[in-house]
């Protein structure tokens, strides 16, 4: 089957400027997750969706961070402006449930100057 | 709250020894999985392991086994018969009705 797909794999940008990410999960995962990872440190899980419902977007920066998935299968996420503190590896990872195993993208490293 | 503990940072196994990576946890729901992930230098994070935690057999995968102490709230992953593929930063997970918590990792360098 084919795996989880994310582009862009690289993208530099200069802050206050916005930059958004795509992601096209496992066919028929229902699960899609939406991760930040800076370097060093284990993956912060910015928004969780179930078919194109949030289950979970607690620690998703609001002001300036969104996403949506459309017709519960491709997602974007977008940042509007970017900080610095936003340089980190974007992953996106779909699962067939809640406590199923994950199936993670390569990742987007997002580098903000 | 839910969290994850990896108090490990780095280590370093020769080939073929074995190595004991560590997780703790804390969670208040009843039904929960863990995990333990691999992410190699530059590779795509995969699934090593799984347990569920109304299981009382831990889990195996080759040469990859799990010891799981529910009271303890322990979730440690040995990998037996090391090889230098196995170098790579491990991550130890938690699973509840809606959180999916990952810990800091540990990043194990498997030396020729």
């Known amino acids: 089957e084919a795996g989880v797909a994310q582009s862009p794999r690289y993208k530099i940008i200069e802050k206050r400027q916005s930059v958004a990410f795509w992601c096209n999960p496992i066919?028929?995962?229902?699960?899609l997750y939406w991760y930040q990872q800076i370097l060093g440190q284990g993956p912060k899980l910015l928004i969780q969706f179930q078919n194109n419902g949030v289950v979970d977007d607690s620690q998703l920066p609001k002001d300036r961070f969104s996403a949506e998935r459309l017709k519960g299968v491709d997602s974007t996420l977008k940042i509007q402006p970017a900080k610095l503190e936003d340089s980190a590896v974007y992953l996106c990872a779909s699962s067939s449930g809640q406590n199923q195993p994950q199936h993670f993208g390569d990742g987007t490293r997002l580098s903000i100057l | 709250a839910q969290t994850v503990t990896q108090s490990q940072p780095e280590m370093s196994v020769q080939e073929a020894e074995t190595v004991t990576l560590s997780c703790t946890y804390d969670t208040s729901e009843s039904n929960y999985y863990l995990f333990w992930y691999k992410q190699p230098p530059s590779r795509q994070m995969i699934l090593v392991i799984r347990?569920?935690?109304?299981?009382?057999q831990n889990a195996t995968e080759n040469r990859f086994s799990v010891n799981f102490q529910k009271a303890a709230k322990s979730f440690s992953l040995k990998i037996s018969d090391s090889q230098l593929g196995d170098t790579a930063m491990y991550f130890c997970a938690s699973s509840g009705t809606y959180k999916y918590i990952f810990g800091t990792g540990t990043r194990l360098k498997v030396l020729a």
């Open positions: 066919s028929g995962h229902a699960t």
């Open positions: 347990q569920e935690a109304y299981k009382q």
